[in-house]
Structures are given as structure tokens and as C-alpha cells.
């Protein structure tokens, strides 16, 4: 069975400083991954994806994931961490022959100053 | 409308009692889920309906639970005979395919005393 595991559950940066949210899946077959953003009192909106071709995604607000078949792996990255980045994220997979997509339990991000 | 819509946005109601929650997705997608959302415990994928193909019910709970989609569009998820331990958000979200972003909607806040 498919599954998403997400490493940390807050994970609390400073301002300016690199932000690093893990992701690992498990898949049977190639993968489609997706990370998405709940910003405090808001719905969820998609980040990025991975479907096919360039391992390096980029997606809005700086942020970017790369997609690691050997560690099965796509972590979320940002070089610098902006006060407006606080929120949950959540990595999710395109699973079961792509029929349903699985989410993780998500990472609360906090950035202080 | 512009974006998904669910109603009610909160549901409070006794224990035992069967709840009604609805979904109006973006017109013309094709991909309808539901997901419940509680504290801590990220996305919990509860349904999926694809086009005119059978739904993907793997992830109801218990047979308390059903969701029906009618003419390809409006859904409706029931929750029989409530239980508190059933009390989170639920959350429904369309997309144009299976790999597509999904659009979220703001979700339903069911309360069950």
C-alpha cells in the first residue's frame, strides 16, 4: 500500500534561515507527489508537483522539492524563511494504480524572528 | 461559483444523530473527494469519485458512513448514528483529473456532543 511520511510535526526556523520539511513515500509504482499549504484559517492550495521529467520542482513562494527515486524521498525546501511562510504543509502521493491521493500528517511550520 | 463550496461551514449536532454534508465542486471537474481532517492527525482520505466510474470508497470508516454523487457534480457525505469520536472537519475537494491540483473548499466543522 501506498503511504506518505512526513519527519517532524513542527518544525521552527528564523527568519532568513533555510527551511527543510521531509517527505518520504512508499509507492509500487512511479510515484506522482504533491506538497500543499493550509495558511493559519485557510484552505489548502497546491505548492508543487511531481508528475514526470525534472526531478527538481519548483512551486510558488520560493518554495522547491526534489524528487529522490533512491531514498524515495521529496523533500520541500526554501533557501530563506519569510515571517508569511508559517503554516501547515502536507506532502501527498498519487497512489493505488493513481486513483486516490494519500496526504501526510502534515508539518507546522513556525518562522520566528 | 468561483471556487468549491461546502455547506453547512459547522454542523453541531447530538450523538446518534445522522448528519448531511455537502459538496458543490467546480464546474466541469471530474474528481471529487473527501477527506477528514482532525487535530493532529493531518488528511484522512475518506472517498473518491471519478467521472462516471464507480467511487473509491476504501477509506469510509464504517458503514455509518456514505457518500453519494449525483449527475456528476453536487456530493453529499452522511454520517449515520454520529459518534463524538467522529467529530473534525471534513473537507471536499474537486480536481479536472486524478493527477491534477485539487482545489479544496473551506470545509464543514462537524461537532458531535
Known amino acids: 500500500a501506498q503511504s506518505v511520511t512526513q519527519l517532524g510535526s513542527h518544525v521552527s526556523v528564523s527568519e532568513g534561515a533555510l527551511v527543510l520539511l521531509r517527505c518520504n513515500y512508499s509507492s509500487s509504482v512511479p510515484p506522482y507527489l504533491f506538497w500543499y499549504v493550509q495558511y493559519p484559517n485557510q484552505g489548502l492550495q497546491l505548492l508543487l508537483k511531481?508528475?514526470?521529467?525534472?526531478?527538481l520542482v519548483k512551486g510558488i513562494n520560493g518554495f522547491e522539492a526534489e524528487f529522490k527515486k533512491s531514498e524515495t524521498s521529496f523533500h520541500l525546501t526554501k533557501p530563506s524563511a519569510h515571517m508569511s511562510d508559517a503554516a501547515e504543509y502536507f506532502c501527498?502521493?498519487?497512489?493505488?494504480?493513481?486513483?486516490?491521493?494519500?496526504f501526510g500528517a502534515g508539518t507546522r511550520l513556525a518562522v520566528h524572528p | 461559483g468561483a471556487g468549491v463550496s461546502q455547506s453547512p461551514s459547522n454542523k453541531v449536532t447530538e450523538k446518534g444523530k445522522d448528519v448531511e454534508l455537502r459538496c458543490d465542486p467546480i464546474s466541469g471537474h471530474t474528481a471529487l473527494y473527501w477527506y477528514r481532517q482532525s487535530l493532529g492527525q493531518g488528511l484522512e482520505f475518506l472517498i473518491y469519485f471519478q467521472g462516471n466510474s464507480a467511487p473509491d470508497k476504501s477509506g469510509l470508516p464504517s458503514d455509518r458512513f456514505s457518500a453519494e454523487r449525483t449527475g456528476g457534480s453536487v456530493s453529499t457525505l452522511t454520517i449515520q448514528r454520529t459518534q463524538q469520536e467522529d467529530s473534525a472537519v471534513y473537507l471536499c475537494a474537486s480536481s479536472l483529473g486524478r493527477e491534477e491540483k485539487l482545489f479544496f473548499g473551506s470545509g464543514t466543522q462537524l461537532s458531535v456532543l
Open positions: 501527498a502521493v498519487l497512489s493505488g494504480g493513481y486513483n486516490k491521493l494519500i
Open positions: 511531481y508528475t514526470t521529467g525534472a526531478t
